[in-house]
């Protein structure tokens, strides 16, 4: 029995166009199904930095399986329902190797957690692991129904990481949301385990910030959407709905852990200072005679980052600000040209704003899920300049 599991992950890891989804079992409110959806990338890289060393003259031809995700859920009552996501991301990047979050070489646990409706939709209450509610690009939109290729830039898009601490996006936490004012109201408040314990022997006379969480003080996060058309009352949204809703979501939200930055000081043991983030948003989607619109603006105020945003001046410890806007429109309900704009501001003297900007077409061969995808991006300061192109086909359910 083993050795079939096994033999059908490998299936699934190398063929990601091969999708499926079927429910397995139903009695009454009962119910368990599983599915199946994967991407995968080839990527080309100009100016790359291979090495690290700040010789931004070679390039990279690079072969993918971006993501790969193998769900199973189901509910137990009317009110109580459970979701998993077994996935890997970024198989066969190069350079990239965390077996234990599943990313480079191996899968692990991405999503999973139990939620109980206390009062219907109105309120309920889900424990597990799941997206931080924060940032709409990457707090409550699935990656399976992107507008653009890929996350914003600092957010896990492309070639870079995610600004905040988190495990691929997510976190290990208990939140309360829930849909009210006739359902145009989504709020989330969660409660999250945040970056652990890992403050170790730290050197006061070193220069670099570090990470630091000594009393392991919980996380915590939020957000509000307000839709003023089409309700969006799931977990997960969608980044473009291709003509089939009239959205225009207003939201905002927060992200903080407390003393979870060390500034080390050569006379002491240095300082600690809170990490903190807020953003605010708006979506639109409006479906037209002939085309459907998609648009969607955010901007993002960073104070004590945790992480490094990739090739920018934004460094773990530093604030600033990322702003960015992207549009698409849909034709003959398959072809969707888009374009994305964003920038990186560190705060600290001397630094430089990174600009991310490209163009792309996604052509849909069955909803948001199954589709091709061609991308062509810049990311560029005053000393660099890296062409990205992707090529993806993503399939599933």
């Not at 969660?190 to 403050?199: A, D, Q």
């Not at 989607?285 to 945790?306: F, G, K, Q, R």
Request: net charge negative.
């Amino acid at each position: 029995m083993i050795r079939k599991i096994l033999l059908i992950l490998s299936v699934l890891i190398l063929a990601p166009a091969v999708s499926w989804s079927f429910e397995l079992y139903r009695d009454g409110d009962k119910s368990l199904s599983i599915g199946y959806w994967g991407q995968a990338w080839y990527q080309y890289i100009g100016n790359y930095d291979r090495n690290g060393d700040g010789n931004w003259d070679d390039s990279l031809n690079d072969f993918m399986i971006r993501r790969t995700y193998l769900s199973v859920k189901g509910t137990v009552t009317s009110d109580l329902s459970f979701f998993v996501h077994y996935a890997g991301d970024r198989i066969g990047q190069e350079g990239l190797d965390n077996p234990s979050m599943g990313l480079g070489s191996s899968l692990a646990l991405r999503d999973g957690w139990i939620n109980y409706k206390v009062l219907g939709d109105d309120l309920m209450v889900q424990v597990g692991r799941m997206y931080i509610p924060f940032t709409r690009n990457y707090g409550t939109t699935s990656t399976k129904a992107l507008l653009t290729t890929e996350l914003d830039w600092g957010q896990g898009g492309l070639r870079s990481g995610i600004f905040y601490p988190s495990k691929v996006g997510r976190d290990d936490s208990i939140t309360l949301w829930g849909n009210v004012l006739e359902d145009k109201l989504q709020y989330r408040l969660m409660v999250g385990e945040g970056v652990e314990n890992n403050k170790g022997d730290l050197d006061a006379a070193a220069t670099k910030t570090q990470v630091i969480n000594e009393d392991d003080n919980l996380r915590f996060a939020g957000r509000l959407s307000l839709n003023l058309f089409d309700t969006e009352t799931g977990w997960f949204n969608k980044g473009t709905y291709l003509g089939k809703k009239k959205i225009l979501a207003i939201g905002g939200g927060f992200d903080f852990q407390p003393d979870l930055m060390y500034y080390p000081t050569p006379a002491g043991a240095g300082i600690e200072r809170n990490y903190e983030a807020y953003t605010a948003d708006v979506h639109l989607d409006l479906p037209m005679d002939s085309c459907a619109i998609t648009a969607e603006a955010a901007y993002t105020w960073i104070n004590n980052a945790v992480n490094s945003v990739t090739w920018s001046d934004l460094t773990a410890g530093t604030d600033g600000d990322i702003f960015s806007i992207k549009t698409g429109v849909l034709f003959a309900e398959r072809i969707q040209p888009f374009a994305h704009w964003s920038v990186i501001m560190p705060d600290e003297p001397g630094t430089d704003d990174t600009t991310v900007y490209g163009v792309g077409c996604n052509y849909y061969i069955k909803g948001p899920a199954n589709k091709l995808t061609a991308e062509w991006s810049v990311v560029e300061d005053d000393n660099k300049s890296v062409d990205i192109v992707t090529v993806q086909a993503a399939f599933g359910f």
